[in-house]
């Protein structure tokens, strides 16, 4: 069986918790192990406040009020993708995808030849210091899932960061069982 639904949301700061709420009462239902639903509980909230602090409009006059949230719950995965019309990630800041926090490599090329501006892929964002109010989202969302992946959205603009986590089951699961 596999659930999956997406939320159209305003980008205001109450819009998180029904995000974060739908979400665990999902997973639940679907008898995830709570250990799980915690950790894609707590990405999720780091994603879409991202999406409001950040995700405004990218010009003057141009559509920002709003985000996407989507979630699918497919036999052993959850994959969650928020989605903003802002501004995207700046040029450098973006990683475009990570497996428990690591980059993938790419193959070697030989050191005579530099790989083309456009194939070297951003480094990731960094940590903040200790004493920093913000700025552990990203690094959060990349800690508490399998796999994450950062960009923008081609042509439109806005930040996309979805991520994916394999799941636990509880022994009374109502999707495992039947």
């Not at 052993?76 to 475009?96: H, N, Q, T, Y």
């Amino acid at each position: 069986m596999s659930i999956w639904w997406s939320l159209h949301l305003r980008r205001e700061a109450a819009s998180v918790p029904l995000a974060r709420r739908l979400l665990i009462g999902t997973m639940e239902s679907a008898g995830v192990h709570p250990d799980i639903s915690y950790d894609l509980s707590l990405a999720l909230t780091e994603a879409c406040a991202n999406a409001v602090e950040h995700g405004g409009a990218a010009a003057p006059g141009a559509p920002g009020g709003a985000y996407r949230v989507t979630a699918y719950l497919d036999g052993e995965k959850c994959r969650i993708e928020v989605a903003d019309s802002g501004p995207g990630f700046p040029p450098g800041r973006v990683l475009m995808s990570t497996r428990r926090g690591r980059r993938r490599r790419r193959a070697r090329r030989p050191a005579a030849v530099a790989p083309p501006a456009s194939s070297v892929l951003p480094t990731a964002p960094s940590v903040p210091s200790e004493t920093a109010e913000s700025g552990r989202g990203l690094c959060l969302i990349r800690e508490l899932a399998d796999h994450v992946d950062f960009g923008n959205k081609p042509g439109r603009g806005g930040a996309v960061i979805s991520f994916d986590k394999v799941l636990k089951w509880r022994e009374d699961a109502p999707l495992i069982s039947a």
